[in-house]
């Protein structure tokens, strides 16, 4: 029984440590941002393989007889990523099932497979239609359930010794509850372990208004091109952007039309602006975009350009209604009006209160 219970806690160290690589790998590599095609392949394929390693580490329940948990990774698949890649998983493990042999035990185990998946399906189906919730713990109980009454059947048919059953049988209910619970409690805890981190790691860089870059990002990503462009000896252009009367803005209509309008200002100076230039709100009605490259005519042309899209642009303060705002813009270029680099945000914001004092809705570029 020791070693029963020793040959399970392998499984367990086996099974625990590959998913938290794989996971890992699967998150820095962006695995999730891949085509769906891509991540059926991939993830089924590294599925499968661990349900192939399992096997290799089988258990010992008698002198005879070896169980494994190669359903556990199938399992997984369909509860969190999708019955499409349990299915290559599955295909997977019956191939390296016939790899160990071609033998009545094989052909048990690829019926005993096919089974599972096929049962999966109705399962994971049938809890999308009445678990609104959609409880891992609970579909993967059920899953559990009907993997070991299949392979109760199926083995009560391969082995006539009732003796090696009376052992074999509640064993294997044992270790694949406990392993295959185990499982998806460690799944679950890792995938909301990353999510979180992943939401952390996006609001310390992104506005949580805006989608755009923050202050602190704006920071880190200026300092960067401040650096490239002293190295390189290339121009760097750099917008302070305001919107004229914001306070009346808010006064008026009130604070959700103003996040209204601060969203939408933020689609506009996307599309106002070149593909790879850098567009962040830097607090309140501030915003900023840099533009590696560019000298001060095109940076004025930029900036003209975002200014008229601002002023013919309808903001939509309600489902309803919309009003026009316009903003007052600060320019500068290094090297071109700015040789300093320290100086440059500073000339910038200067200029920003320029175009405020001599009348808004323009441009004031630093000479």
């Not at 392949?41 to 002198?63: E, R």
């Not at 006539?160 to 619970?181: A, Q, R």
């Not at 996006?202 to 880190?220: C, K, M, P």
Request: net charge neutral; glycine share 6%; aromatic share 10%.
């Amino acid at each position: 029984m020791l070693a029963l219970f020793g040959d399970l806690f392998v499984n367990l160290c086996v099974l625990i440590s590959l998913i938290f690589i794989y996971l890992q790998l699967r998150r820095k590599l962006n695995s999730d941002g891949k085509s769906y095609k891509k991540s059926v392949i991939v993830d089924g394929l590294s599925g499968g393989l661990l349900g192939v390693l399992l096997m290799y580490f089988s258990i010992q329940v008698s002198t005879e007889t070896l169980v494994d948990l190669r359903f556990i990774p199938v399992m997984l698949l369909v509860i969190f990523l999708g019955v499409p890649h349990a299915i290559v998983g599955a295909l997977v493990i019956i191939v390296g099932r016939f790899i160990f042999g071609i033998t009545v035990s094989a052909a048990a185990a690829a019926i005993f497979m096919i089974i599972l998946i096929v049962g999966f399906m109705v399962i994971d189906r049938f809890f999308k239609k009445v678990d609104v919730d959609l409880n891992s713990y609970k579909k993967g109980f059920v899953m559990i359930l009907f993997s070991n009454i299949v392979f109760s059947i199926i083995i009560s048919v391969i082995i006539e010794d009732t003796d090696i059953l009376k052992i074999l049988i509640p064993c294997y209910w044992i270790i694949s509850i406990v392993g295959g619970l185990i499982a998806i409690f460690f799944v679950d805890y890792i995938l909301k372990t990353q999510y979180l981190l992943m939401r952390y790691e996006q609001e310390s860089t992104t506005d949580f208004l805006t989608g755009l870059n923050n202050v602190r990002q704006f920071d880190t990503i200026w300092n960067t091109l401040i650096s490239e462009a002293t190295a390189k000896n290339e121009r760097l252009s750099l917008l302070i952007i305001d919107i004229d009367h914001f306070k009346n803005v808010n006064d008026t209509y009130g604070h959700p039309a103003g996040d209204r309008i601060l969203i939408e200002l933020g689609k506009v100076l996307k599309s106002s602006s070149r593909s790879f230039d850098i567009i962040s709100r830097n607090g309140g009605e501030e915003f900023s975009v840099i533009l590696p490259d560019c000298q001060q005519e095109q940076a004025v042309v930029i900036a003209e350009r975002i200014r008229k899209s601002v002023e013919v642009h309808r903001f939509k303060i309600s489902s309803t209604d919309s009003i026009h705002i316009t903003v007052s813009i600060g320019s500068a270029t290094y090297p071109e009006t700015v040789a300093d680099t320290a100086q440059i945000v500073g000339i910038a914001d200067e200029c920003l209160y320029k175009a405020k004092r001599t009348g808004r809705n323009r441009v004031c570029t630093s000479y």
